[in-house]
T-cell receptor, first 113, second 114 residues
Framework: GAVVSQHPSWVICKSGTSVKIECRSLDFQATTMFWYRQFPKQSLMLMATSNEGSKATYEQGVEKDKFLINHASLTLSTLTVTSAHPEDSSFYIC?????????FGSGTRLTVV | GENVEQHPSTLSVQEGDSAVIKCTYSDSASNYFPWYKQELGKRPQLIIDIRSNVGEKKDQRIAVTLNKTAKHFSLHITETQPEDSAVYLCAASPSGGSNYKLTFGKGTLLTVNP
């Protein structure tokens, strides 16, 4: 079946630094990747939709200059949290549609200290 | 845009009982409705899905029903087991398996008591 690999699975960073999260589709081409954020005991909140070779589409209220998304190839999309602050601490997870449905990455637990 | 409401937010049942979780959606263009099971700190796992040309779908102890006129769909779990305990998420999309985004409900924390 379709697999999306997400790295890192967890990261701790200092306030003010940037963190990059990668999602790779291993056995299919993902022209579109979705990036979600999930706070404890809450549902998945869509942050942005990344399209290969074009600019990402951000949901209302999501700062595009803070959450940089790059989708340079059909198998790789990255989310960079710039100038991270403690309030950015969350579970970030990507998803791609493969023709078999939507496949999720394993998620990244970001803790900003 | 699409809005998905999910109820209840928490559900506690005894082992062997049935559990029902309901979702409503707002966009009549939605035609793909997946259900996910998510354990703490892990990725959502698809457990069953339904498309708008079907009213009901069953897979062993799990079933999903769809009422397109009323814009609601429900997850039914029979003979619940403690390992069914998790957060269940419903979602809706204009077209599953394509490049349309999924809109999720707020989730239901299901607890199955032994």
């Amino acid at each position: 079946g379709a697999v999306v690999s997400q790295h890192p699975s967890w990261v701790i960073c200092k306030s003010g630094t940037s963190v990059k999260i990668e999602c790779r589709s291993l056995d299919f081409q993902a022209t579109t990747m979705f990036w979600y954020r999930q706070f404890p005991k809450q549902s998945l909140m869509l942050m942005a939709t990344s399209n290969e070779g074009s600019k990402a589409t951000y949901e209302q209220g999501v700062e595009k200059d803070k959450f940089l998304i790059n989708h340079a190839s059909l198998t790789l999309s990255t989310l960079t949290v710039t100038s991270a602050h403690p309030e950015d601490s969350s579970f970030y997870i990507c998803s791609a549609s493969s023709g078999q449905g939507y496949t999720f990455g394993s998620g990244t637990r970001l803790t900003v200290v | 845009g699409e809005n998905v409401e999910q109820h209840p937010s928490t559900l506690s049942v005894q082992e062997g009982d049935s559990a029902v979780i309901k979702c409503t959606y707002s966009d009549s263009a939605s035609n793909y409705f997946p259900w996910y099971k998510q354990e703490l700190g892990k990725r959502p796992q698809l457990i069953i899905d339904i498309r708008s040309n079907v009213g009901e779908k069953k897979d062993q102890r799990i079933a999903v029903t769809l009422n397109k006129t009323a814009k609601h769909f429900s997850l039914h779990i029979t003979e619940t087991q403690p390992e069914d305990s998790a957060v269940y998420l419903c979602a809706a999309s204009p077209s599953g398996g394509s490049n349309y985004k999924l809109t999720f409900g707020k989730g239901t924390l299901l607890t199955v008591n032994p």
